[in-house]
């Protein structure tokens, strides 16, 4: 057995009172050796615009953390 375990964390505040994390692993058995395609600014940049805009969701706040909106969950 052998092969390569890449694992991501990205991390934004995105505006006051969010923080947006994002955590993604994968492995692979292929020749650790290939060049793993890096994310460009601009991927980074879509991708933390789509966070921010699904973290505004005061519907989809609380459906991550339990029935709380952030502001709430934050209090504790």
Do not use: F, N
Request: hydrophobic residues 30%.
């Amino acid at each position: 057995m052998g092969g390569e375990l890449l694992v991501t964390i990205r991390v934004r505040y995105a505006c006051r009172g969010t923080l947006s994390v994002h955590m993604s692993a994968s492995a692979s058995t292929e020749d650790p050796k290939e060049e793993v395609r890096e994310i460009t600014d601009e991927e980074m940049e879509e991708y933390m615009e789509y966070a921010e805009r699904r973290w505004s969701s005061l519907a989809y706040q609380r459906e991550i953390l339990g029935g709380e909106t952030m502001e709430e969950y934050l209090e504790h």
